[in-house]
Each structure stands twice: as structure tokens, then as C-alpha cells.
């Protein structure tokens, strides 16, 4: 059994920092992309960053510059680290990743979701 498992989340003040981790566990064959999305109350979900196995990395505008996504492979685990918070940042952050079992068949699989919250 494949998981995702987000970690890190919390109440921050405009401008505070946070870094979120995301670690997969189970029967992983090979994580291919992982990426973190983030929905807001009365919003869909919407892409924050990808990186991929290799570490390149792609970000959406609004966190351009604020936040850095980056993963450890021997670990299977992705992180986000989050500064210069603004309260339009606060969500509900979920984490992907496009994982091969040790059998069966590659999917997307997703984590549980972690809240940011940016308050003062």
C-alpha cells in the first residue's frame, strides 16, 4: 500500500516561513513527479510547483520567488519551503506524485492535505 504523507503545515504570520514535507511510504517501485497543489475555502484545487526526479522545477507565478520546492530521492520525500507568507496563501496544501508500486499499475497518487494558515 502506497502513501502520501504531508507534514509541516500551521498558523503563520504575513511574512513568517514554513516548510512542509511530503513522505511517501509503502511498496514504491520509482517516484517519477511529485508536486504540491493548494486549495483555498470556495476555490478549486490549483498547482503550486512541480519538480521532477531529476530536480527540475516549475512554479506557478503567484509564488515565484517566495517559495522553493525540492525533494531528497533516497528518502522519497519532497519538501516545500514557504517564505514571505501572505494571507491569499492559506490553504489546504496537498501533495502528488506519480508513483510505480513494486507491483500493479503507476498512478498519481495524493496525500491527505496539510493547513496553512497565515493570520496575525
Known amino acids: 500500500q502506497v502513501q502520501l504523507v504531508e507534514s509541516g503545515g500551521g498558523l503563520v504570520q504575513p511574512g513568517g516561513s514554513l516548510r512542509l514535507s511530503c513522505a511517501a511510504s509503502?511498496?514504491?517501485?520509482?517516484?517519477?513527479?511529485m508536486g504540491w497543489y493548494r486549495q483555498a475555502p470556495g476555490k478549486q484545487r490549483e498547482l503550486v510547483c512541480t519538480?521532477?526526479?531529476?530536480?527540475?522545477?516549475n512554479y506557478a507565478d503567484s509564488v515565484k520567488g517566495r517559495f522553493t520546492v525540492s525533494r531528497d530521492n533516497a528518502k522519497n520525500t519532497m519538501y516545500l519551503q514557504m517564505n514571505s507568507l501572505k494571507p491569499e496563501d492559506m490553504a489546504v496544501y496537498y501533495c502528488?506524485?506519480?508513483?510505480?508500486?513494486?507491483?500493479?499499475?503507476?498512478?498519481?497518487?495524493w496525500g491527505q492535505g496539510t493547513q496553512v494558515t497565515v493570520s496575525s
Open positions: 519538480i521532477t526526479r531529476g530536480g527540475n522545477t
Open positions: 502528488n506524485a506519480g508513483i510505480l508500486p513494486r507491483s500493479g499499475w503507476g498512478r498519481n497518487f
Open positions: 509503502g511498496s514504491i517501485g520509482s517516484i517519477d513527479a
